[in-house]
Structure formats: C-alpha cells, structure tokens
C-alpha cells in the first residue's frame, strides 16, 4: 500500500509498486509500506526519497530514475547501461568496504533497468560540497580535524576501489590529449581563447608527458565523477555516492576532480590558504603519503579538469543574468589558473604541498 501523503510522480508508480509485489525478497517482509516522503528533481535523474515499514522496522530509501533527453533507442541502451553498472558498482563496493574504518557504503536494495532506476539505502551524513563551505568558517579545531580526516578517508576509498580489479590496461596519454584538445577546440569556436593559448597549453601536454613514469600509466577503475557532491561526511566517515559512471582511467582521474574543487577555494579571499592546503594535502595523503602534485601525470589530470570546467562553463547556457555573471566569474578563475598551470607547473604554486 503507498501511504497517503508526498504523491509520487506517474514513473515511480509501477517502481514502488514492483518493491511492493517482491517484498520478501527485497526486504524479508511479505507485506510493507511504502511512504514518499519528497522528490528531488536532478540534471541526470529525478530521486524520491521513500521510508519503507517492513513489520517493526523502519528503511528509508532513495529511489533514483535515470532520465533520457530523447526517444532514440541508442540513448535508452546508454543509459540502462549506467544504470546496470551504477547498481553492479555499488554491489561490489559494498562487500569492498564493509569492516574499512572510516569506510562507509550505500546499501543496494534493487535494480530495475527496465524503469531505468535504481534503490538504495539511504546513507547517513551531509554532503561534503555543504561542509566544504561551512568548514571557510571554521577557526580549525576539532570538526576540522575531522574534516581532513574524512578528506584522508576519501584519498583511502580511492586507493581501496583502484586495487579491486584484476590485471589493469594502459591508460592512453594520446585519448587523453585527444580528449582535451576537443574541449580546446570548443573553446575556440566560442572565442574563449587565442590560436595561441590552444597551442600553448597542448605544448604544455607534451613537455609533460615525455616525464609521466610508465608505472603512472596503468589503467584502474575510476569513479567518473567524484566531486564533494557526492560524497556524504558524518564526522570523519564517508560515503561515496553516485557510482553509475565507473570506468577505466588514469589512476589520478578522480583524486585530481577532487583537489581540483577543493583548490578552488584558494581564490576566496575569506577562505584561509592555509587551511585549503591541510584538506588538499590530507586528501593527497590519503590516496599515497609520498605524491606529489607535481608528478607529471598528476598535473595532466589537473589541466584536464580545469579545461572542461573552463569548456562547460563558456558553452552551456546560462539559466538567468545572475547565473550568466556567475559563470564568467567562475570561468574566470578556472582559465586564470590553467594560465597559471602552462605558464609555471605544478611545482611554483604548489611547493608547500609536496608530501613528506
Ligand atoms: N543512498 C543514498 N543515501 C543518501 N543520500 C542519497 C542516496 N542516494 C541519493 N542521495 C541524495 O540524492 C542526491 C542525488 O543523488 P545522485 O548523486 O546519485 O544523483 P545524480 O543524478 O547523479 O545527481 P547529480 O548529477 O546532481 O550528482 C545526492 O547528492 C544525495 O543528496
Ligand atoms: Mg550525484
């Protein structure tokens, strides 16, 4: 029975009602009730957030439905394939961490690739983007400490995920240029740099990739899209959410989407340096005591992340005026440091970061 109350919306219907039919097998209970308690609208999805009443116990939930932009059946095939992998992921991730401190995971209930969504167990915490901004207050102390500890925690879940699978593939340093340089290209189209600067920051490419160790070029899973968005913090434990878009890639893929989000607070005047540079280095450290941020492939990941922002940032529509002077501000910074990045390496600016 769906309690009455929050009304689901038409395409989760036939999902609860599906929990509702399977009960004993997804929660051991041959009748249970299912409560919509809200509904989030997301870029990707949509996601409700349901409890389920299975006898005296209580689960909340998310039901989270992938969306499609169109009816061609090649993007059906595309996303029921992220939907498969977003639930088989969060299987294996769930049996990897179980009994890690610190180590937190989402448990999955059920996959339906059919309704293109899947249900999870609700995971404790807040998001690390919303402690990330508290934290610029913070004058240290104990819920910093934390803070860095959870930072080391996702450097951790990081190394833990990229050594579950078997024999690793090379990672290719000529897709990767490949793949910048089509964001380059976009940028030029949109006058958002120079002739000049393009072929600046692709010579930039290959003065450092002559230096990148062929050990660095191992291939390993990669989260695909870890930004403190999808983490959830509780105290110093952590949860990464969000696993649909796991794939092979470079081992500093998603370690370097992270640092790159947490350095842009460098920018921010009211924001302590000092304190940016503790959760960059416990992030760092985390994943590998002896990393440097220079290492070539390291700085690689970084002028890739910092272009697409810049590459998105200039080409996807503002959604109002405030939102139009924001971007410019934004992409402002994003190109000022990939100016920064070509012109002096990772090395200049980044000294005080090196790990002991
Ligand atoms: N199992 C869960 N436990 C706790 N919170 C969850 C869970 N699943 C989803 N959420 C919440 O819903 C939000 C969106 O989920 P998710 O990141 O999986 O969707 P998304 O479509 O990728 O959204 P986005 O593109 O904004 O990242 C999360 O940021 C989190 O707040
Ligand atoms: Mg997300």
Same mark, same amino acid.
């Given at each position: 029975m769906l309690t009455e109350g929050f009304v689901p919306t038409e395409g989760f219907v036939a999902i609860l009602e599906r929990l509702q039919r399977d009960s004993d097998r997804y929660f051991g209970a041959s009748t249970i009730a299912i409560e919509p308690l809200a509904h989030f609208q997301r870029r990707r999805s949509e996601l409700l957030k349901v409890r389920i009443r299975a006898g005296a116990g209580a689960v909340y939930a998310y039901v989270k439905r992938y969306r499609l932009e169109s009816s061609d059946p090649a993007e059906r095939d595309f996303v029921t394939a992220r939907v498969e992998t977003d639930f088989a992921v969060t299987e294996r991730i769930h049996r990897l961490v179980?009994?890690?401190?610190g180590l937190r995971s989402v448990r999955p209930i059920a996959c339906f690739p059919d309704h293109l969504a899947v249900i999870t167990e609700e995971a404790p915490g807040e998001l690390l983007g919303r402690v990330l901004k508290r934290s610029a207050w913070l004058s240290g102390g104990r819920n910093f400490d934390n803070l860095c500890t959870a930072l080391e925690r996702v450097g951790q879940w990081l190394k833990a995920v990229q050594m579950m699978d078997g024999p690793p593939g090379r990672f290719s340093l000529d897709e990767m240029r490949d793949y910048l340089d089509v964001r380059l290209v976009r940028l030029r189209e949109v006058d958002a740099i120079s002739p000049d600067e393009r072929q600046a920051i692709l010579d930039y490419f290959d003065e450092q990739r002559g230096n990148?160790?062929?050990?660095?070029?191992l291939e390993v899973p990669i989260h695909g899209d870890l930004c403190p968005g999808n983490v959830l913090v509780t105290g110093s434990e952590i949860t990464v959410l969000d696993?649909?878009?796991t794939r092979p890639g470079s081992m500093y893929t998603d370690l370097t989407h992270m640092y790159t989000h947490i350095e842009? +607070? *460098?920018?921010?005047?009211?924001?302590s340096q000092q304190k940016v540079e503790r959760l960059l280095r416990a992030t760092l450290r985390g994943f +590998? *005591?002896?990393?440097?941020?220079?290492k070539p492939l390291f700085a690689l990941n970084v002028l890739q992340h910092l272009i697409c922002k810049v590459a998105k940032l200039a080409t996807r529509p503002p959604k109002s005026r405030f939102d139009a002077a924001y971007k410019r501000y934004l992409r402002g910074q994003y190109h000022a440091r990939v100016r920064t990045l070509v012109r002096s390496g990772m090395d200049l600016e980044l000294n005080s970061l090196v790990t002991q």
């Open positions: 179980a009994g890690r401190e990148v160790a062929a050990a660095d070029l696993l649909a878009m842009s +607070d *460098r920018t921010k005047r009211w924001v +590998d *005591r002896n990393l440097s941020p220079s």
